[in-house]
């Protein structure tokens, strides 16, 4: 089984930045089965929408429009750790951001294609 653990969440200005981070926990075998990690997103009211997606082999990413040149994922695979680097970021970012790892292929957007769940870190943008 893999365990997700996310950091870095907490309360900033608009134009601010953060930095999360999602920590990969689980035995070697099943570690090794996961080849995209994903960060999400939750508002109060709205449905989980994804935000960024790395492949953890090859490193290519998909961005979901609202953030694409705002947010940058990547993954240090020593560490087994994914980051999403946050800047500009602005009131309608803000939400609970949960990190998430699918086995299989193809890279997928979608979070009902995602296996392992990390618990979320709460971003606040506001002034």
């Known amino acids: 089984q893999v365990r997700l653990v996310e950091s870095g969440g907490g309360s900033v200005q608009p134009g601010g930045s953060l930095r999360l981070s999602c920590a990969v926990f689980g035995p070697t075998y099943s570690v090794d089965s996961v080849n995209y990690m994903g960060w999400f997103r939750q508002a109060p009211g709205k449905e989980r929408e994804a935000v960024a997606v790395v492949y953890i082999i090859g490193a290519s990413t998909s961005y979901a429009d609202a953030v694409k040149g705002r947010f940058t994922i990547s993954r240090d695979n020593a560490k087994n750790t994914v980051y999403l680097q946050m800047n500009e970021l602005q009131p309608e970012d803000t939400a609970m951001y949960y990190c998430?790892?699918?086995?299989?292929?193809?890279?997928?957007?979608?979070?009902?294609?995602?296996?392992?769940w990390g618990q979320g870190t709460q971003v606040t943008v506001s002034s």
């Open positions: 998430a790892a699918r086995r299989g292929y193809p890279l997928s957007m979608a979070p009902s294609d995602y296996h392992y």
